[in-house]
């Protein structure tokens, strides 16, 4: 339980008890991601006191009054993000900017708990898939949205910045979707090598501390430009570069979350003169029945991604390797292990 950013204890909470069209979870994993680690220093709308965890997977273990289609010991994801329906942006059918957004694990508690209570609306079935697949249900609904905003033309050539998860699971979602190609670029040898099993058709190693070279190696990469450039890194030096290594008319998708306070430089002259087109990719509504289908499709593969195990003592070690273990790409709590 945070206090307040950056604020956390291990504290013992009475079970909760599921309302009508609840349902309680016994969470096996939550995924640990870059958003939590917005969340821990207080951003990304965490309100406080929050029990963290916002990529859920339970096993239903008490069903509340009116729930139908639901049994006790099912396993299942939880779509973490709800909207009222009721605000300005509601009632637009742009819910994903709904005033009251609701999400668990950041303004609401979450899965990083021996129990969770989440709407029976919002469980989606998956007994069928093995757990490192599962967990990654919340990660790839929202690289579904970012598919979703980027609209690949068939043929596309795309890069894609950064080989965390989010990267992977967007250049699989791409190399799937209709690209002729996808490039993955990161810092990291080992992750690239994972890219290129998971689907990538090439892969290029670059220096983060020389955004520059990085960007001289990605351009004689592709001297045309990339239709399709996206920035998964959250890194602004590394975000600066995108738009230059776009093609003629090409776009691109910021999907990292980059500091709130940080501005970076973009020729709007290229901007106007090349046709580029920048936007944006911000979490997800509506996602995961596509997302489950991918992974039980296995368009998207979990396999290799989720590389640390940590239990509930051990939430803070789970941070610490998000943030800073170069061979950390998914760490998840799981409160079985305490
Ligand atoms: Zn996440
Ligand atoms: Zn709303």
């Known amino acids: 339980v945070y206090e307040g950013p950056r604020r956390f204890r291990i504290a013992s909470l009475p079970v909760p008890s599921p309302?009508?069209?609840?349902?309680?979870?016994?969470?096996?994993?939550?995924g640990i991601c870059g958003t939590d680690l917005h969340i821990h220093e207080g951003g990304f709308f965490a309100s406080f006191p929050l029990t963290p965890g916002h990529e859920i997977l339970g096993m239903i273990d008490a069903i509340g009054e009116a729930v139908v289609g639901l049994e006790v010991g099912q396993k299942v994801v939880a779509d973490n993000a709800s909207v009222c329906g009721n605000c300005r942006a509601c009632r637009r059918g742009e819910s994903l900017f709904c005033e009251n957004f609701h999400s668990?694990?950041?303004?609401?508690?979450?899965?990083?708990a021996d129990f969770l209570i989440t709407k029976a609306s919002k469980c989606y079935l998956v007994d069928d898939l093995a757990e490192d697949d599962a967990v990654l249900a919340e990660p790839t609904a929202c690289a579904i949205h970012g598919m979703d905003r980027a609209k690949i033309r068939p043929g596309s050539q795309v890069l894609v910045l950064g080989a965390g998860p989010s990267g992977l699971i967007l250049a699989q979602l791409a190399a799937r979707g209709g690209a002729a190609a996808v490039t993955v670029a990161a810092p990291n040898p080992r992750k690239l090598q994972l890219a290129r099993r998971l689907g990538a058709d090439r892969t290029?190693?670059?220096?983060?501390?020389?955004?520059?070279?990085?960007?001289e190696a990605l351009k004689e990469a592709s001297p045309e430009g990339f239709d399709l450039v996206i920035e998964a890194t959250g890194a602004p030096a590394v975000a600066e570069t995108a738009p230059m290594l776009a093609r003629d008319g090409g776009s691109v998708l910021i999907y990292g979350i980059n500091p709130e306070e940080s501005l970076q430089s973009i020729s709007l002259y290229q901007v106007f003169r090349r046709e580029l087109t920048i936007k944006g990719s911000f979490a997800q509504v509506n996602c995961f029945e596509r997302a489950v289908a991918a992974l039980r499709g296995s368009r998207v593969s979990g396999q290799g991604i989720v590389t640390h195990r940590?239990?509930?003592?051990?939430?803070?070690a789970a941070l610490n390797a998000v943030r800073d273990d170069p061979s950390c790409l998914k760490a998840v709590i799981r409160p079985e292990m305490g």
């Open 19 to 30: 309302r009508p069209g609840e349902v309680r979870l016994r969470v096996l994993a939550a």
């Open 204 to 215: 290029l190693l670059i220096d983060r501390s020389d955004p520059r070279a990085s960007l």
């Open 310 to 316: 940590f239990g509930l003592e051990e939430f803070g």
């Open 104 to 112: 668990l694990g950041v303004n609401a508690p979450g899965a990083c």
